[in-house]
């Protein structure tokens, strides 16, 4: 295909991204054309070199979606960004999309947790105090006047501590996480451009 076409059906593949970010790769993909045109190369050696747009746009928009993820950390743009990069290629799939997805389906699962065991620890401690207003639904493990009702607030504020610790631990755990996604990624791409580069 020419350089008209090729860059033409880049730029409807690339349709997703910003204005400005897909208007600066077709520069860069129009200056591929013109360096390989001047080194004696025709227009269709040249796109053949650079390989189908489909698989070019691929690679473009995993890394817009890698850098994204990067410059602004949220739930959604990694797993966007796992997903573009999975599409990749099949490799991609198996060792990177997979083992991501399902070590943060873990580790959001285990925010969930702790989450729950701070509210059972909120509402623990608070049974005493909650059993006066509803004493046909709540009913104490533990009885014995105010030494029962001690223990149900001790070990209310322990199960607290120990919910909010355990949160704590795995937000740092995700953050660590995200941060080794990102770094994974990027090595990915890095690799699949090594493999795929024609201008040096």
């Known amino acids: 295909m020419d350089k008209e076409e090729y860059l033409k059906k880049l730029d409807k593949l690339l349709k997703k ?25 025709t227009e269709k050696e040249i796109s053949e070199a650079l390989g189908d747009p489909e698989n070019v746009a691929k690679q473009i928009k995993a ?17 966007e960004a796992v997903l573009a990069v999975a599409g990749l290629g099949l490799f991609n799939i198996v060792f990177v999309a997979g083992p991501s997805l399902l070590l943060a389906v873990v ?11 701070i509210i059972i620890g909120i509402l623990t401690m608070l049974s005493p105090l909650l059993q006066l ?14 030494l029962g009702t001690l223990i149900m607030v001790v070990g209310g504020i322990g199960v607290t501590v120990m919910g909010t610790f ?34 040096k």
């Open 107 to 117: 580790i959001i699962s285990l925010v969930v947790a702790g989450f729950a065991i």
């Open 17 to 41: 991204l910003p204005e400005d970010d897909r208007e600066d790769l077709i520069l860069d993909y129009e200056e591929h054309f013109r360096i390989g045109v001047e080194n004696g190369r």
């Open 166 to 199: 355990f949160v704590i631990v795995m937000a740092y755990a995700a953050n660590r996480f995200y941060k080794v996604v990102i770094k994974l990624l990027k090595s990915n791409l890095d690799d699949i451009k090594k493999r795929t580069e024609v201008f």
């Open 133 to 146: 207003f509803f004493p046909k639904y709540i009913h104490l493990p533990v009885q014995g006047g105010i």
């Open 63 to 79: 890394d817009y979606m890698v850098k994204k993820a990067e410059d602004k950390p949220s739930p959604g743009s990694i797993i």
